[in-house]
RNA sequence: GGAGAGAUGGCCGAGUGGUCGAAGGCGCUCCCCUGCUAAGGGAGUAUAGGCUCAAAAAGCUUAUCGAGGGUUCGAAUCCCUCUCUCUCCGCCA
């Protein structure tokens, strides 16, 4: 049997019939579409597909036939004979459209999302666009030290033991700001499930293959991922089982939240859905050697509490402006200097159609840092996942999705320690956060 | 971990090899009827593909009864593997 019903990232109609376009906009964002391998694999998928189901319709109504023909007790052998012969030719058939079809899926789950026309063009971060700025950095009358410097000196943060209990690019958080760290979780959870309507949900860490698949994760960035298999597995041998094998832990709680809808219908009326979760996120930083080595910056386990909105088509991209409010919000009530960038076409997620980025202002580096990251991904993880709503007795139309960080928690406790660093090397607490940290207002030695 | 029972359309539920994409019911939509209400009658009511077509409409066609594979001219129905759910026992935070 041949599977009708194919994922892709891209509407295929859409390739098909506009695939200059398509290859356009895709190369602004520095994507090489295959356009000769798209192009015979669609040829001979055509041909292919056409013979295979002209044989398929022609046995079927054999089969009715002789049905038909034994019920009334006539001779059947004639026909028999007729579609035995079939059978080789049949599956012959279907090897190859199965074959074709497998080839040409994989192509297509490579292809990045298509850029929204208010997206920059632009080759890399240099060209991203700075939409607006909050706050002013505080300027200090004493040498800054780096957040990592702070921590160690408070012995709150040791990088040691964590390197001696996990290795590189993990942290161990004690006391006061291990506090401060669930503290800061909490604060923004509160926030957005108080003030910005969001739905608080609990999700697991262990995702399977479908759901990396729904968000855009695999096929393509395997490698940043971790997987996992039970003890009783001799190997993760097959990626797409579903049960224990082939699970990986999440890289951001967008996965399980945005896979909530994967394979479902959703009433019109219960649009928009806004989910909130604060989970750990896994990453194994695969090809940033180098990068961010020192401190909680770059970490292979960091905590997020992540926003995800599914919404009607209509409404995705006013959606985009509101949940990247939200995300501002939790950094005004810190009281902590950021600036908003529209990412340009270059810079931006496999799966975005256009990328807000929130970053923080950070003391010691004198830059600002990436915060957060809010993305529409428009149709593209929902026609992956197929995820769509009914409006009455319409057909089911896709939905749009959307996700971002509210915030990246560990460093928002980096901007913290920076940003509220005095020269006695304590922190003082932001006034929001007091109420959660039992109410003292400064943390030293 | 052991024993057993299951998984069918929006829901319930029939169907153990053949005109089955699937009886019946509920729900829903449209229409008719009845002065309102209640009741009644009729029609319709899955999804994703492909082909024809400039396109639409329409037509033809394929796939899908938890998932994957197998047997067969033909599978919801038979066989194998897996997943999930439920019940009982054991174990466990």
Not at 57 to 69: C, D, E, F, L, Y
Not at 155 to 168: P, V
């Amino acid at each position: 049997m041949i599977r009708g019903a194919r994922l892709h990232m891209l509407d295929i109609q859409q390739l098909r019939s506009n695939l200059q376009n398509i290859i356009t906009r895709l190369a602004q964002r520095g994507y090489d579409f295959p356009v000769a391998d798209f192009e015979s694999l669609e040829s001979q998928r055509k041909s292919v597909q056409t013979l295979t189901q002209t044989l398929q319709a022609k046995r079927n109504s054999a089969s009715k036939q002789i049905g038909i023909a034994r019920q009334r007790g006539e001779d059947v052998s004639l026909i028999m004979a007729e579609v035995a012969n079939m059978g080789d030719e049949l599956k012959q058939a279907e090897n190859q459209l199965e074959a074709v079809q497998t080839r040409l899926q994989q192509l297509l789950l490579e292809i990045p999302n298509l850029p929204h026309d208010s997206v920059p063009a632009g080759k890399d971060e240099n060209d991203n666009l700075e939409m607006r700025r909050w706050g002013t950095p505080k300027t200090f009358d004493f040498p800054v030290q780096d957040h990592a410097s702070i921590g160690e000196h408070l012995k709150l943060i040791d990088f040691e033991t964590a390197a001696k209990l996990s290795g590189a690019r993990f942290s161990l958080l004690k006391g006061g700001l291990a506090r401060l760290h669930r503290a800061l979780a909490q604060f923004m959870l509160d926030t957005h499930t108080q003030e910005n309507g969001y739905n608080e949900i609990y999700v697991p860490y262990l995702v399977n293959a479908d759901c990396l698949r729904g968000t855009g994760q695999l096929p393509k960035f395997e490698q940043d991922l971790f997987a996992v298999r039970s003890g009783a597995q001799e190997e993760a041998d097959n990626p797409d089982k579903t049960g224990p094998a082939g699970l990986h832990l999440i890289p951001t709680a967008e996965v399980p939240l945005t896979n909530i809808v994967r394979n479902t219908i959703v009433p019109l009326e219960n649009l928009p859905l806004q989910f909130v979760a604060h989970t750990p996120c896994f990453r194994s930083e695969a090809g940033s050697y180098g990068r961010d080595t020192r401190g909680l910056i770059r970490q292979h386990q960091f905590d997020k509490v992540e926003l995800v909105q599914i919404t009607h088509p209509e409404k995705s991209h006013e959606a985009l402006e509101s949940l990247v409010g939200h995300a501002e919000k939790i950094l005004q009530k810190l009281e902590l200097p950021y600036r908003v960038m529209l990412l340009c076409t270059g810079d931006m997620g496999f799966s975005a159609a256009k990328t807000y980025d929130i970053e923080v202002w950070l003391p010691a580096q004198q830059a600002y840092r990436e915060i957060s990251s809010c993305s529409n991904c428009e149709a593209f993880q929902a026609r992956r996942m197929q995820a769509r709503f009914r409006k009455g007795q319409e057909k089911p139309e896709l939905l749009h999705t959307l996700n971002g960080s509210g915030l990246a928690v560990g460093r928002t406790l980096v901007a913290i320690l920076e940003n509220y660093q005095n020269e006695d090397g304590s922190i003082t607490i932001p006034e929001i956060l007091r109420a959660y940290m039992g109410g003292i207002e400064r943390i030293g030695l």
